[in-house]
């Protein structure tokens, strides 16, 4: 026998009698003011969160707060930056970059989770190997908890997806809170009305 | 067999250390009852979450089947460990088949169990952990001591010890932020040079053949995004029916570890990246036995939060280290036994039976039940001290017979107050032993009653 049927029968002999799977529900909560409850969240997970009505306040913010010396890879229409992604094939390639400006699909105002695709990243370590890291979202895109992202997301559309609620942080040396471990050491999150 | 109390021995003796140790981690309780607080629903997602393990637990064949022929259509492949010998023995030949000779690891608390880091490291490979707390632990050559935060045990002036020596930080440096940078900079070398990269696996999805992997850091994600071979080792009980689900689980995970509402990155991984591979083991190592044990299979449900640890009285004061088995406090105590009952029978006894780990436990398990039901299977097959066997056996002779019991106890009362320091405070009492006693009353409770009744 091999380990997979040792496994499954062990399973199989050992297992108890059927237990059924239960309904989840949504737990909507319609009083929630959801930007208001997005950018708390965001304020707690050490994130900032910025109303704009177009593109062009976000290019306003980044040439205000970055230098155009540095690489800044925008993959969002209207969005500046400098930095081709599609000219480079290695993850190890985008290990210059300042900033990325990416578009995330779904925001969750509970926690600050913001769901980007592999679609919407083109590499798989680009939102983790840069410096700083800006993400766009829809104010329509927000909902209220995890329940609700899961329905509007599907998991697999892609062969990668990744929440992501803050910028990169550690409390493993005496748990102090160190912003900055190995990927983005800021988040800047701009909410388009 | 283990003994809980002579290993804490060790880490008692730094009093400062051992009480920074009980207050940081009682503080991770804290933010833990903060962050659920938040969640009017809190409870009913404890008992939905228990409700989908139960139903995993009662088809777990079915799902692990389903989850491989998804993940295969999916691009991965796929294999099967009866235990930890077959794990490590898949990983070491994935690495000799693609000629890696590194690899990058994040948190992996089930690689701990199968010691896969010294079955690669004898045979000549570079194994990296890439997790802060486990890169700390790993430059001493120490096992993590608590699941969520490796590194706990440790003050920040030895981190800053260990540095020095492994990545030249200036001597004497402590400070967190300066630490963590050196760190970032120095796995930043390894991420970027690495071959292959490994993660644990936080929840296996059985309808896509996906599985998700959680962390604060980002390093699961610099790991298996750079290098073009990716391994994931999951337990075989990290199943879940269906991507629905993962509402449930991720709403309880990071609140009951931290408080926080949700770990920074949360990475749903399907298919090998563009020209990359991707390599799932599932791995058994006793799992499906303790499947069978009626009292203990709840323990299966476990999703590695930390809670039942932070909120442990013992554990808070005796560190990870004096439980001598990977997976420390309440959950570690009563997963040991079932693997090796002769070995771990002591643990079950480290715990004042409060009942606290089991009212954090996100997925409701019965943790002391389950721990007084491993003491009365330690008592039947003999694995107790005879000093507790004869101490046990008196004390439910005394309980039988009520006038002894009450003759006892007057007197234990009066020798109480009567004797000189010397008698009571000496190395034969264990309850003396850095505590005062309460003082002890006048009479009984049952004087006072029937005194008092009308």
């Known amino acids: 026998m091999n380990s997979k049927e040792i496994i499954l029968n062990k399973i199989r002999s050992n297992k108890a009698g059927k237990s059924p799977l239960p309904d989840i529900p949504d737990f909507r909560n319609a009083s929630t003011d959801l930007i208001q409850a997005f950018e708390n969240s965001l304020k707690v997970n050490h994130a900032v ?16 707060n970055y230098s155009t010396d540095k690489l800044i890879c925008s993959l969002v229409a209207g969005i500046m930056g400098n930095f081709d992604i599609d000219q480079v094939n ?24 913001i769901w980007l695709s592999e679609k919407s990243m083109k590499l798989r370590a680009l939102p983790f190997i840069i410096q700083h890291l800006i993400l766009i979202v829809n104010e329509s895109d927000i909902v209220e908890n995890m329940h609700l992202a899961y329905q509007k997301i599907e998991i697999d559309a892609d062969g990668y997806g990744v929440f992501i609620a803050g910028p990169s942080k550690t409390a493993d040396i005496e748990q102090n809170l160190v912003i900055g471990a190995h990927g983005a050491r800021s988040l800047t999150v701009f909410v388009i009305k | 067999m283990i003994s809980h109390a002579k290993n804490a021995k060790g880490f008692l003796r730094d009093q400062e250390k051992t009480t920074w140790h009980d207050a940081t981690l009682w503080n991770a309780r804290t933010n833990r009852d903060r962050g659920s607080q938040k969640v009017a629903e809190w409870e009913q997602l404890r008992e939905l979450a228990s409700q989908i393990k139960n139903n995993v637990l009662s088809q777990l064949d079915d799902y692990l089947l389903q989850f491989e022929k998804n993940a295969v259509k999916n691009g991965a492949e796929v294999y099967w460990a009866k235990d930890a010998d077959d794990h490590n023995r898949i990983i070491g030949e994935i690495l000799k088949k693609h000629r890696v000779n590194s690899l990058v690891k994040s948190k992996s608390i089930l690689t701990e169990e199968c010691h896969l880091n010294q079955y690669l490291e ?9 997790d802060l707390g486990e890169r700390i632990v790993q430059f001493a050559k120490q096992p993590p001591s608590h699941i969520v935060t490796p590194a706990i045990h440790l003050k920040k002036e030895e981190i800053g010890k260990l540095f020095h020596e492994h990545i030249g930080t200036d001597e004497g440096a402590s400070d967190p932020q300066y630490l963590t940078e050196a760190a ?5 070398e390894k991420f970027l040079g690495s071959e292959a990269a490994l993660t644990g696996v936080n929840f296996a999805i059985a309808e896509t053949g996906g599985f998700v992997v959680c962390t604060n850091e980002g390093n699961a994600d610099m790991g298996v995004n750079i290098a073009p071979i990716q391994i994931a080792s999951m337990g075989i009980e990290k ?10 689980f991720l709403r309880l995970l990071a609140r009951s570890a931290t408080g926080q509402s949700i770990t920074n990155y949360t990475s749903h991984f399907h298919q090998p990246k563009p020209n990359g591979k991707l390599f799932i083991v599932m791995v058994d190592n006793g799992r499906s036995d303790l499947l069978g044990k009626a009292d203990f299979k709840n323990s299966l449900k476990c999703i590695r939060c930390g809670a039942c640890m932070n909120t442990c009285p013992v554990y808070k004061r005796s560190g990870g280290y004096s439980y001598g088995y990977t997976i420390p406090g309440p959950i570690g105590s009563v997963l040991a036994p079932a693997r090796d009952l002769e070995k771990y029978a002591n643990l079950p006894f480290a715990s004042s039976l409060c009942g606290a780990c089991t009212n954090v436990c996100p997925v409701k398990i019965d943790l002391h039940d389950q721990l007084y039901k491993w003491r009365q299977e330690a008592a039947k097959k003999g694995y107790i001290s005879t000093s507790k066997k004869w101490s046990m056996q008196m004390a439910g002779w005394v ?8 003759f006892l106890g007057s007197s234990a009362r009066l020798m109480l107050r009567i004797s000189p320091r010397f008698m009571i405070y000496n190395s034969l009492n264990a309850w003396g032993k850095s505590r005062e006693l309460p003082k002890a009353p006048k009479e009984s409770f049952r004087d006072w009653y029937l005194k008092n009744k009308n």
């Open chain 2, 399 to 406: 309980f039988s017979h009520p006038k002894l019991y009450r």
């Open chain 2, 122 to 130: 004898k045979q000549g490979y570079e194994v990296v952990d890439t």
């Open chain 2, 239 to 248: 199943i879940i029916p269906k991507a629905e689900h993962l509402g449930v």
């Open chain 1, 90 to 113: 290695e993850p190890g390639d985008l290990k210059n970059i300042e900033l990325a400006v990416l578009q995330g699909e779904v925001g969750v105002s509970e926690n600050a989770a």
């Open chain 2, 184 to 188: 970032r900079k120095h796995l930043r």
């Open chain 1, 49 to 64: 969160l910025y109303k704009v009505r177009n593109s062009g306040e976000i290019n306003d913010f980044i040439s205000k």
